[in-house]
């Protein structure tokens, strides 16, 4: 028998809607507003910003009035009888915001990345523990039919030899995103990174990363990358991006091929998988069923981990090596040198044990003994 999730009080039917508070009314924000206001299984019962008026504008624009609006996290949790938060903020927030909620007894479900960097991550895995409860990231990417029918193929394969994903998109966002240091590294290759782990099923090990800019890039630094990526079993992932790449575009997931023993499984990132085995004319098609996608899965996911109590797929300790695989990227990139994986894990964890400053973070950190060890859990 399965009992309630931490968070979700075990005097309440789990069948009923989850009470919901979000914090952050942006641009992404917004679109958050609209899937949880359409969601049978939520109760968006409060909207949460530093601006208050733009919180209370987005709430009245999508037609969401009337719920607690205001400035803390705690405050509207409080006053709404919220049973978890949805984190919409930018990424240098996520820690104290995630952090605000966990330690107010509810459980989070945060916009990726996790955090901006491992060190932080690291800080959450440990808040999550510390509180006793449940922190998950959207990697909203997992959550096509598609990626996990070409999971299935490529599980298929035998050994594994290589791997590669092309991503080709042009999109004008303006805002921070046009200033960030590393921008495409940061802001969006984490989604192929952690597909990548998703679809091979293994650990990256290390990484040889360049960026550049090309010259009509609108972006300030960044907006292209080339890196190989070494995983468990020698497995190789080539992966080429760009954000300023005009004409021929990609799917947002990207364009993938993988090669084992057996032969090879391709995806366009939209359409159903194929694959063709080894000596053999005949390409076949995956005919995947229809799931929830993108925000709405991870939503979905997450909604049924408070109601079972399973562990999600972006539950916070098992998605830090996604982060750490960004992390070791920009410091290849930076460094011109190969990066390896345990190595950025092990530089984050010391830089998250000097800076927790809240104990029952230190102490949760410490108990751990390693990062792997601590990741394990």
């Known amino acids: ?99 605000e909620a966990l330690f107010a007894g509810l459980p989070v479900l945060c916009e990726k990345p996790i955090a901006p960097t491992v060190a932080e991550a690291l800080l959450l895995a440990a808040a999550a523990e510390a509180s006793g409860r449940l922190l998950m990231t959207s990697q909203s990417r997992r959550y096509y039919p598609s990626i996990t029918a070409f999971r299935e193929q490529i599980a298929g394969l035998g050994q594994l030899g290589t791997a590669s994903v092309e991503f080709a998109k042009a999109p004008r966002f303006g805002g921070f995103r046009d200033e960030m240091s590393h921008v495409l590294l940061l802001d969006m290759a984490i989604h192929a990174f952690d597909a990548a782990r998703y679809v091979l099923d293994r650990d990256p090990v290390a990484v040889y990363c360049e960026e550049y800019n090309p010259g009509w890039s609108w972006y300030a630094d960044g907006a292209a990358a080339a890196a190989i990526f070494e995983f468990a079993g020698g497995v190789r992932l080539t992966y080429s991006g760009s954000w300023c790449a005009d004409g021929l575009e990609t799917s947002w997931n990207g364009v993938w091929r993988v090669n084992g023993a057996g032969g090879t499984a391709r995806w366009d990132g939209e359409a159903p998988p194929e694959w063709q085995a080894r000596e053999s004319g005949e390409v076949l098609r995956a005919h995947p069923a229809p799931a929830q996608q993108e925000i709405a899965g991870s939503l979905a996911e997450f909604i049924g981990a408070l109601r079972t109590g399973h562990t999600p797929s972006g539950e916070v300790h098992s998605n830090v090596l996604s982060l750490a695989m960004v992390e070791a990227a920009v410091l290849s990139s930076t460094r011109g040198t190969r990066v390896l994986i345990h190595d950025v894990l092990e530089d984050g964890y010391s830089t998250a044990v000097a800076a927790a400053r809240d104990e029952r973070v230190r102490a949760a950190l410490t108990s751990w003994g390693t990062v792997h060890e601590g990741l394990a859990r």
């Open 1 to 99: 028998m399965t009992t309630p999730a931490a968070g979700i009080p075990a005097t309440r039917p789990l069948t009923s809607p989850v009470r919901i508070v979000q914090v952050g009314a942006g641009a992404m924000g917004r679109a958050w507003i609209r899937n949880l206001r359409d969601s049978p299984d939520v109760d968006l019962v409060g909207l949460v910003d530093l601006d208050v008026g733009l919180a209370r504008r987005a709430a009245e624009d999508e037609g969401v009035l009337p719920l607690a609006v205001g400035a803390s996290v705690a405050d509207v949790a409080s006053r709404s009888g919220a049973d978890a938060v949805v984190n919409v903020t930018v990424p240098g927030a996520h820690l104290p915001v995630s952090s």
